[in-house]
């Protein structure tokens, strides 16, 4: 139980193009799913917290017009990279709970901006 | 602010031999605390979590992590290493109850000699 995936792994995309980010829960229903950024080397910084059907809420220093994020259903959350810069390269890793104190984690999604 | 760290960095251990890695954060009341571990390339995955109760948990692959409050500690430990846990670890905190973010130490990697 309480899986949760992510679609692509990996992407390689052109700068300036936008990228979307897929993060599903697939036996569970999640009220709450988190976008995090992990740099090599690095932990995982939280980027934004998303409830279902409501804005997200983005740490300080993330750009909400950068990073778009929709929690359109219980299962999915979404994350775009709009307008995708070589700096932005990075492993994005999603996580979801179901209303308790547990964050279960995606895989994880690669992205190299060129 | 409320902190996790993790003072070790890097730690190498040999097959066979037990392991602790530790983990403090700072005050904090009623913290639930966690263990991720994460392989290349991929997610986190939860080895064991504390909320309440017996300060002794047991976790997956044969970890187990002891909540002291007097230390504001949550170390890991395990007997007997494999040379499949070689991997990156993460402390994790939850303050503030439920509603709270996850709150992850810089991490530890482990290397596992023959």
């Known amino acids: 139980g309480a899986v949760v995936s992510q679609h692509p792994s990996w992407v390689i995309c052109k700068s300036g193009t936008s990228v979307k980010i897929e993060c599903r829960s697939l036996d569970f229903q999640a009220t709450t799913m988190f976008w995090y950024r992990q740099f090599p080397k690095q932990s995982l910084m939280l980027m934004a917290t998303?409830?279902?059907?409501?804005?997200?809420?983005?740490e300080q220093g993330v750009e909400k017009d950068k990073f778009l994020i929709n929690h359109a259903s219980l299962t999915l959350s979404t994350l775009t990279v709009t307008s995708a810069h070589p700096e932005d390269s990075s492993f994005y890793i999603c996580?979801?709970?179901?209303?308790?104190?547990?964050?279960?984690f995606g895989p994880g999604t690669r992205l190299l901006v060129l | 602010a409320q902190s996790v760290t993790q003072p070790d960095i890097h730690i190498t251990v040999s097959e066979g031999a037990s392991l602790e890695l530790r983990c403090n954060y700072s005050?904090?009341?009623?913290?639930?605390l966690f263990w991720y571990v994460q392989s290349p390339g991929q997610g986190l995955q939860l080895l064991l979590k504390?909320?309440?109760?017996?300060?002794l948990v047991q976790g997956i692959k044969g970890f187990e992590a002891e909540f002291k409050r007097s230390q504001s500690s949550f170390n890991l430990r395990k007997p007997s290493v494999h040379w499949s846990d070689a991997a990156e670890y993460f402390c994790?905190?939850?303050?503030?109850?439920?509603?709270?973010?996850?709150?992850f130490g810089k991490g530890t990697k482990l290397s596992v000699k023959p």
């Open positions: 504390y909320f309440s109760g017996d300060t």
């Open positions: 996580s979801a709970k179901q209303g308790s104190e547990t964050q279960y």
């Open positions: 994790a905190v939850v303050y503030g109850g439920s509603q709270g973010n996850l709150i």
């Open positions: 005050y904090g009341a009623t913290p639930y």
């Open positions: 998303s409830n279902e059907g409501s804005k997200a809420t983005y």
